[in-house]
């Protein structure tokens, strides 16, 4: 937990501080089932959190009413638009109590998550910001009343707080956990000048989509039940277990519905994801709405033999490529918290 500290500022301010590891997630499988009244789009997926994660530091004071962020990423805005000020802003709405013994807010964020890349970097951020206001202000919240504020921010929010595996229903944010899987890796390729918005993702599905949608309820919650007593739960239940015995048959199970919306408007991300495909056994794709791709690889090993075939067959500097374990956590203290 965070110590207190003295700054001598000409009045005595108390400082507390926490740094948590904000990772980022995959989603293993993204079936879209339809419309939603909100105008969201219902969905059945399957998050997955790696070790690929942002250093989260909040620092809470007393002195004058003020959140600030702090992230030296030329992409991350350091204003109210970043979803870590919007996390410190809407709890101090929920908690004007403990807001006002400690009003000051200092958010520093260390990304090592690419941006707009489909691996929810800045939900995860905002996630962290949750989870330290919570520890800090001692407001004894369970995970459950920190998701249910993390949905009102955005849909992935409520799952990078407790991450692991889980069964996402509705925007995202109605949350089933799997038993962990932990022993596989991820190998995720990027293109650093490619980014894809969320938004402009979902509006090209509906174009192009719509027509297949299910819309009433019944046949939606019928889609979820085949997905949670279906193929791709049953594997990764078997591996949680570890059992490998059917691991090969992971890559037929892998699905995500944007990639039919994303990929035809966007021929190199379908070439990163063919290369991808040819090179990880296990399987390969689009992780949300892109342009990240992720491949499978079976150990540490093979993910660094997956990430080296790839590099000789793009050798464009442009394209970043990371290895990264499954994780079973979501968000959790960074060692060395001060
Ligand atoms: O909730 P979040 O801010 O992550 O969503 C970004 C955008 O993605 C939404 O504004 C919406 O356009 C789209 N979206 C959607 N259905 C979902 C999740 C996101 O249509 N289940």
């Given at each position: 937990m965070g110590a207190n500290v003295t700054v001598n500022l000409g009045?005595?301010?108390?400082?507390?501080?926490?740094?948590?590891w904000a990772p980022a997630k995959v989603n293993l499988y993204l079936e879209i089932v339809g419309d939603r009244p909100d105008g969201f789009h219902e969905l059945s997926t399957i998050f997955q959190s790696i070790g690929l994660m942002d250093r989260v530091t909040v620092a809470v004071h007393s002195g004058p009413a003020k959140i600030s962020v702090d992230c030296p990423h030329p992409?991350?805005?350091?204003?109210?638009t970043n979803l870590a000020y919007r996390a410190a802003e809407l709890m101090v709405q929920a908690f004007p109590d403990a807001a006002s013994r400690q009003s000051t807010i200092d958010i520093a964020i260390a990304k090592n998550t690419p941006v707009a890349a489909g691996l929810a970097g800045g939900s995860s951020n905002a996630a962290a910001v949750l989870v330290a206001l919570n520890m800090l202000w001692e407001l004894g919240l369970t995970h459950q009343a920190l998701q249910d504020l993390a949905a009102k921010?955005?849909?992935?929010?409520?799952?990078?707080v407790s991450g692991g595996t889980a069964l996402a229903t509705g925007r995202g944010e109605v949350l089933d956990p799997l038993p962990s899987v932990s022993d596989l890796w991820v190998v995720l390729g990027k293109y650093d000048n490619l980014s894809i918005s969320t938004p402009w993702a979902?509006?090209?599905y509906r174009e192009l989509f719509e027509g297949e949608y299910a819309r009433d309820a019944n046949t939606q919650t019928s889609r979820h039940d085949?997905?949670?007593s279906g193929a791709m739960v049953r594997l990764l239940s078997q591996l949680a277990q570890g059992s490998r015995d059917n691991l090969d048959k992971i890559r037929a199970l892998l699905r995500n519905d944007l990639e039919r919306a994303v990929l035809p408007d966007h021929n190199k991300i379908k070439t990163l994801r063919d290369c991808f495909q040819g090179q990880a056994p296990l399987g390969a794709m689009m992780?949300?709405?892109?342009?990240?791709?992720f491949g499978i690889a079976a150990d540490g090993a093979?993910?660094?033999?997956i990430q080296s075939a790839i590099r000789q067959y793009i050798p464009d500097p442009d394209l970043s490529l990371w290895t990264a374990p499954f994780i079973a956590q979501g968000v959790h203290l960074a060692p060395n918290t001060v």
């Open positions: 009045v005595e301010m108390t400082a507390n501080s926490l740094s948590l992409l991350v805005p350091n204003d109210q921010l955005g849909s992935d929010i409520s799952f990078c979902y509006k090209r085949q997905v949670r992780s949300g709405s892109g342009p990240t791709v093979n993910a660094k033999l």
